[in-house]
């Protein structure tokens, strides 16, 4: 009941804290003979990796990937075994007398009271378990899921809106991500956005931001009808991202202002009588089953909460005071939530594939 695992058939333990010796995970379920190094887990994590640019948090950690088990190399390279493949990435970079004024202290907008309520104890170093720290062990097992779907799936995220500055649905191109240090799903709004984030970091502050999620593909018929739905276990692993506050899969809350014409994807019949879609409001999903459009979700991030603000607030002892954090933080978590919002959408999907096979064939 630790909940510290997901999936059914692809199975994802993650383990440590923010400021332990290391953080990373175990991939349970992965079939066997799939090639598989250290080399195909570290781009990845070089994306999500702090220190990348000054829009991140200036913690410098190499998040070097280790693989310790599940994989074996008998003569034609290393290939997974069908056993558990753990994954350990050490930290380097901890600096816990940042955080010794809010060993008591709860910082608002935190999850610091919460853990304390519930384990009554915390690591207040980095936040511990809750830190975005752990997510680094979630994009190690995204690594490991993407070689289970092959090079057929392609996943693609990118931030669509930083505070009010938004993207317009039209103007959305993936392919400018990778181009630059806000992973803005568009090349033009660089500069601006650029000198946006830059104010917030100079005050101290921080901001909210949406990363928009895009998987082509998929083919039709993965995931399962009521508790099993595609889209609902998609939902589930986006929001249990650090940060994350709303998730829409498709045209999302939009639909709400819809009607029946509008919102329904028209069929036809294609040159090979196969069906295709006119329209995608659904996001690639019907009735919690694919059906072979791209799956389509939006995550939205609240702000930072470590911030340099004075905020009110109340101690462990039951004191009222005012407290700003110290430290290294992001002025957008949302900046490197990009690669993890793919890898749990690899993750998932991964998951509903080998479930689908098991099924059906």
């Known amino acids: 009941m630790s909940h510290n695992t997901f999936g059914h058939l692809f199975r994802v ?11 990373g995970c175990v991939v349970d379920g992965c079939p066997p003979m799939i090639p598989l190094t250290e080399a195909d887990i570290q781009p990845w994590l070089d994306q999500r990796k702090p220190g990348g640019s000054r829009f991140v948090t200036q913690r410098k950690e190499s998040d070097t990937a280790r693989i310790l088990s599940g994989v074996f190399d008998d003569g034609d390279g290393p290939v997974t075994t069908g056993t558990p493949i753990s994954i350990m990435i050490e930290n380097e970079d901890q600096r816990s007398k940042d955080y010794g004024e809010i060993a008591r202290a709860y910082r608002p907008g935190h999850a610091d009271y919460a853990y304390q309520a519930k384990y009554g104890v915390r690591d207040h ?10 997510t680094a062990s979630r994009v190690a097992a995204g690594a490991v899921a993407r070689k289970v779907l092959g090079e057929g799936v392609w996943i693609r995220a990118g931030v669509v809106q930083i505070g009010a ?33 830059d104010g917030i970091r100079k005050a101290g502050s921080s901001v909210g931001a949406v990363v928009a ?16 739905k595609l889209d609902s276990e998609l939902a589930s692993a986006l929001m249990s991202i650090n ?5 829409e899969i498709g045209a999302g809350f939009d639909s709400a202002g819809l009607t029946g014409e509008e919102n329904a994807d028209e ?15 659904a996001g690639g999903v019907l009735g919690g089953i694919s059906t072979g459009q791209p799956v389509t979700a939006r995550v939205a991030f609240k702000p930072t909460s470590s911030i340099l603000t004075m905020r009110q607030t109340v101690t462990r002892d039951g004191e009222e005071t005012d407290l700003r954090t110290k430290g ?27 479930r689908h096979r098991a099924q059906v064939g």
């Open 125 to 134: 170093r980095g936040g511990g378990r809750s830190s975005a720290r752990e």
């Open 328 to 354: 290294r933080h992001d002025p957008c978590v949302a900046l490197r939530a990009v690669p993890v919002v793919e890898a749990m959408a690899a993750c998932v999907l991964a998951d509903a594939f080998l």
């Open 243 to 247: 940060a994350a506050k709303g998730v």
């Open 267 to 281: 069929m036809r019949l294609d040159l090979n009588n196969q069906p295709v879609f006119l329209s995608n409001k």
């Open 165 to 197: 500055h938004r993207i317009a649905p039209d103007q959305v191109d993936f392919d400018a991500v990778s181009g630059n240090p806000l992973f803005a799903a568009s090349a033009e709004v660089v500069p601006a956005w650029e000198a946006y984030l």
């Open 13 to 23: 333990t993650t383990w440590g804290e923010s400021h332990g010796p290391a953080i």
């Open 213 to 228: 999620l895009e998987v082509t593909g998929v083919p039709a018929g993965w995931g399962a009808p009521i508790y099993g």
